[in-house]
Structures are given as structure tokens and as C-alpha cells.
């Protein structure tokens, strides 16, 4: 694990903003008899008053978050298959893609993008470090390459390939500790009319919400239009436009070329002035957030305690990695919540990080609806809502700590 006091862009000494104590890999579903096995790290979140970069203290090692067992699958989601097939005709459609361009994504997952690319014929390379889910995507006809994208690998990407039109990520750049050698590789790989595009929970969002459970071991960086402007500046790179979107609870899509080479947008403008009103550059907005976070989980405890001590069954709804930030902050266990209901087949009959609370298969949700479930991907609320009326109809109530702690 990387151990830093000081900013990845800055190197200037980084503010402590909240210390979310020892926390496991938000990911790291494990079997009951490696409880004794699991691997922790100080969760401290920081800003460096130089870049405006909100950003971990530490970060357990790329290699334990992403490798041949990583849990977490795009394709599981109806909304999101829906979702990026509208954005890549979206892209289509702006001609930022078409069958003379070249096309990347850095952190490719299930192929859930790119398969669109490879049925239209179009060129495309994924960069996939986890190996399961990079041969999900092989098989859907993509290529990919099993490794993390670094501008070494950008130099040979350039000599097998050549310069590339569109570098697309999402919910990846977020993840990726040495952010500036992946920029410094996009920077020498884009063509040079070539664009590169990422999305990631957006830092605005996450403030507003206190939806603190999008801090977790993946997430190095919160993404701020303010914090990625000064960051790219860095290597020729400047935003051009933005789009706000509604995936993982509020992200941000930013557009990014060589300097010079399209007029800003006026929604990039609007929204870089807006993070000015809101004061994203100065360090008591996440003083406050903190004690927002502090307040949510109060009244979260609170809450279950309560529900508990009246006799109430509760259960969580979606393993997910964001709940493992607040099941282990708030220190809830299976006293609290008996078990998680999920669909992932890799995920059932596991147990959660950290506070060990059972994975169950879906179908014993129908069988037997608790009085409470806790709505841990809150995100997917209108998916949810729209397939689960039977448990409201039933007289089940759904549990969210977003935007505050509250009974649905």
C-alpha cells in the first residue's frame, strides 16, 4: 500500500478532510474462512490546496483491487447496457466516432462499450488489468490487452497501432493512482484532432448528496472540473466541454483535446463557474461536508437501532462496493442487518468486507420480504423501484442514507 502525506499532482502537503478509520477493499466479497485473512488500510480523504484535488492518503495497491477475481460486472445492469448504447450512438451521431477513427477504453470491463465498436467494424483496443472480466469481453469479439494503461504501454500501443482518435473511461480514471502518467500517456497517443473522454462521480454531487459511500479504496481521486483542468493543463491537454449524467449517483463527463483546438462549451463554462459560487477551491466546504458525513451517520445508527429494538427484520438490497464504506464506518453488522440480497452469481455465498454480514441469492428475497431493506444502490433507485413494487406493495419500506437517512 501507497502511504502518502503529500498531493499525487502537487507534491504539496495534503489537508486531512475525514478519517473513515481501517476499511477492507470495497470489493473484496470473501468466504468465511479467510475472515482472519483480510486485508485493511487507514481510509483518510485529503485536499491539496495547490491542484484543488480531493484524493485518498493511501491507497492499497492496484494489483489487490483489480485482478482475476474482480466482482464487479457492468452487464448486470439493465440501465447500464441501456446506457452505453445510447452513448456510443450519441458519439456516432457527433461523428466522434465512425469506421475511419480508432477507438480505446481504458478499463473495458464485460466489453459493455466496446461491443457496440466491434459489431459496427469499428477499430478498437481495450485496456482491461483484471483478468476475468477481460475475457468477457475477448469473447464478444473486442481485443483487448490484459494490463493497466500506462504511457509506456501508450508508446506501444502507438508503434502496433498508431495515434488513436478517442480515448474513452468511465468510473475508471477515478480509480487510478498515478493519474499523471495516464494522462501524460493519452497526451501521446491522441491524434491530433483526437479526444479523450471520462466520466466519474463528480466531487459537486458527492458534497451535495453526502452520498460519502462513493469514497472507497477504488476511488483515489473525487473528480472536480476545477481539479482535471489544472491536472491536464499539465501536459498540453485543457477541458472543452461537460456533461453531467446521472450514473453512480451524479458523475461528470468531461471532454478533453489538445489545447487550442475547440472553443469551450458554454455548459463547461457554467460549470466551472459554478464550483467557483460553491467554493470547491476552499477547504472549509469539506470541513463542512465532513460534518454532514459525521450527522448522516448518526442518525443512520440511529435509525437501525431503532427499527431493531421494535423488532424489525432488516436486509440490504445490491452487494455493492459502495456499502462497504458505510457498513464499516457506521460499524453495522449482521446484529443489524441480517443479510445482503444480490444477483451476482460470483457474489452469493460470501460474505461482506469487513463487518461479514451473509450474501444471499435473490429468490430468498421473494420468498420472505424483510420489513426493511437498506437501499445500498441507492443510484439505481428508479430500476429498482419499478421491479420491486410487490415488496412495497407487501408493506416493505426501503432504508437510504442519500441525500439524507431516511425511509422510502
Given at each position: 500500500m501507497t502511504n502518502n502525506l503529500n498531493c499525487r499532482i502537487s507534491d504539496q502537503e495534503l489537508i486531512e478532510i475525514i478519517n473513515f478509520g481501517n476499511q477492507p477493499l470495497g470489493n473484496g466479497f470473501l468466504q468465511e474462512g479467510n475472515f482472519n485473512k483480510e486485508y485493511f488500510f487507514e481510509m483518510k480523504l485529503g485536499f491539496c490546496a495547490e491542484s484543488k484535488m480531493v484524493q485518498l492518503f493511501n491507497q492499497p495497491k492496484s494489483e489487490k483491487m483489480f485482478n482475476e477475481n474482480y466482482l464487479f460486472f457492468s452487464e448486470t445492469s439493465k440501465y447500464m447496457q441501456v446506457y452505453f448504447e445510447d452513448l456510443f450512438k450519441n458519439f456516432l451521431s457527433n461523428d466522434y466516432i465512425n469506421k475511419n477513427k480508432f477507438?480505446?477504453?481504458?478499463?473495458?470491463?464485460?466489453?459493455?462499450?466496446?461491443k457496440h465498436a466491434a459489431k459496427n467494424n469499428i477499430k478498437c483496443l481495450g485496456i482491461e488489468p483484471s483478468k476475468n472480466v477481460a475475457e468477457i469481453s475477448k469473447n464478444k469479439g473486442i481485443e483487448v490487452i490484459n494490463n493497466f494503461f500506462t504511457s509506456k504501454l501508450c508508446n506501444e500501443i502507438i508503434n502496433d497501432h498508431g495515434k488513436v482518435d478517442l480515448i474513452y473511461a468511465a468510473n475508471v480514471m477515478c480509480h487510478i493512482e498515478d493519474i499523471k502518467d495516464v494522462i501524460y500517456g493519452a497526451s501521446l497517443l491522441l491524434s491530433d484532432k483526437g479526444l479523450l473522454v471520462f466520466e466519474d462521480p463528480y466531487l459537486l454531487d458527492i458534497i451535495e448528496k453526502t452520498s460519502y459511500d462513493q469514497i472507497y479504496d477504488e476511488h483515489v481521486y473525487l473528480f472536480s472540473l476545477t481539479s482535471v483542468e489544472k491536472l491536464v493543463n499539465l501536459f498540453g491537454l485543457e477541458i472543452f466541454?461537460?456533461?453531467?449524467?446521472?450514473?453512480?449517483?451524479g458523475s461528470m463527463r468531461y471532454y478533453i483535446s489538445k489545447k487550442n483546438n475547440y472553443n469551450k462549451s458554454e455548459n463547461a463554462l457554467n460549470y466551472f463557474n459554478k464550483e467557483k459560487k460553491i467554493d470547491l477551491s476552499d477547504v472549509n466546504t469539506y470541513f463542512k461536508f465532513k460534518k454532514n458525513v459525521e450527522n448522516s451517520k448518526n442518525d443512520l445508527i440511529n435509525l437501525l437501532n431503532q427499527l431493531k429494538k421494535n423488532g424489525k427484520k432488516i436486509s440490504g438490497y445490491a452487494a455493492t462496493s459502495k456499502s462497504t464504506t458505510i457498513l464499516n464506518y457506521c460499524k453495522i453488522d449482521s446484529e443489524l442487518i441480517e443479510c445482503i440480497y444480490d444477483t451476482t452469481p460470483q457474489k452469493i455465498g460470501l460474505f461482506s468486507p469487513g463487518m461479514h454480514i451473509p450474501v444471499c441469492d435473490f429468490k430468498a428475497f421473494y420468498e420472505a420480504y424483510p420489513d426493511y431493506a437498506f437501499l445500498f444502490a441507492w443510484n439505481h433507485f428508479k430500476e429498482i423501484s419499478n421491479k420491486e413494487k410487490k415488496f412495497v406493495e407487501s408493506g416493505g419500506k426501503w432504508i437510504t442514507h442519500v441525500p439524507n437517512v431516511s425511509l422510502i
Amino acid at each position: 500500500m501507497t502511504n502518502n502525506l503529500n498531493c499525487r499532482i502537487s507534491d504539496q502537503e495534503l489537508i486531512e478532510i475525514i478519517n473513515f478509520g481501517n476499511q477492507p477493499l470495497g470489493n473484496g466479497f470473501l468466504q468465511e474462512g479467510n475472515f482472519n485473512k483480510e486485508y485493511f488500510f487507514e481510509m483518510k480523504l485529503g485536499f491539496c490546496a495547490e491542484s484543488k484535488m480531493v484524493q485518498l492518503f493511501n491507497q492499497p495497491k492496484s494489483e489487490k483491487m483489480f485482478n482475476e477475481n474482480y466482482l464487479f460486472f457492468s452487464e448486470t445492469s439493465k440501465y447500464m447496457q441501456v446506457y452505453f448504447e445510447d452513448l456510443f450512438k450519441n458519439f456516432l451521431s457527433n461523428d466522434y466516432i465512425n469506421k475511419n477513427k480508432f477507438i480505446i477504453e481504458i478499463g473495458c470491463n464485460d466489453g459493455i462499450f466496446l461491443k457496440h465498436a466491434a459489431k459496427n467494424n469499428i477499430k478498437c483496443l481495450g485496456i482491461e488489468p483484471s483478468k476475468n472480466v477481460a475475457e468477457i469481453s475477448k469473447n464478444k469479439g473486442i481485443e483487448v490487452i490484459n494490463n493497466f494503461f500506462t504511457s509506456k504501454l501508450c508508446n506501444e500501443i502507438i508503434n502496433d497501432h498508431g495515434k488513436v482518435d478517442l480515448i474513452y473511461a468511465a468510473n475508471v480514471m477515478c480509480h487510478i493512482e498515478d493519474i499523471k502518467d495516464v494522462i501524460y500517456g493519452a497526451s501521446l497517443l491522441l491524434s491530433d484532432k483526437g479526444l479523450l473522454v471520462f466520466e466519474d462521480p463528480y466531487l459537486l454531487d458527492i458534497i451535495e448528496k453526502t452520498s460519502y459511500d462513493q469514497i472507497y479504496d477504488e476511488h483515489v481521486y473525487l473528480f472536480s472540473l476545477t481539479s482535471v483542468e489544472k491536472l491536464v493543463n499539465l501536459f498540453g491537454l485543457e477541458i472543452f466541454h461537460a456533461e453531467r449524467t446521472n450514473t453512480h449517483g451524479g458523475s461528470m463527463r468531461y471532454y478533453i483535446s489538445k489545447k487550442n483546438n475547440y472553443n469551450k462549451s458554454e455548459n463547461a463554462l457554467n460549470y466551472f463557474n459554478k464550483e467557483k459560487k460553491i467554493d470547491l477551491s476552499d477547504v472549509n466546504t469539506y470541513f463542512k461536508f465532513k460534518k454532514n458525513v459525521e450527522n448522516s451517520k448518526n442518525d443512520l445508527i440511529n435509525l437501525l437501532n431503532q427499527l431493531k429494538k421494535n423488532g424489525k427484520k432488516i436486509s440490504g438490497y445490491a452487494a455493492t462496493s459502495k456499502s462497504t464504506t458505510i457498513l464499516n464506518y457506521c460499524k453495522i453488522d449482521s446484529e443489524l442487518i441480517e443479510c445482503i440480497y444480490d444477483t451476482t452469481p460470483q457474489k452469493i455465498g460470501l460474505f461482506s468486507p469487513g463487518m461479514h454480514i451473509p450474501v444471499c441469492d435473490f429468490k430468498a428475497f421473494y420468498e420472505a420480504y424483510p420489513d426493511y431493506a437498506f437501499l445500498f444502490a441507492w443510484n439505481h433507485f428508479k430500476e429498482i423501484s419499478n421491479k420491486e413494487k410487490k415488496f412495497v406493495e407487501s408493506g416493505g419500506k426501503w432504508i437510504t442514507h442519500v441525500p439524507n437517512v431516511s425511509l422510502i
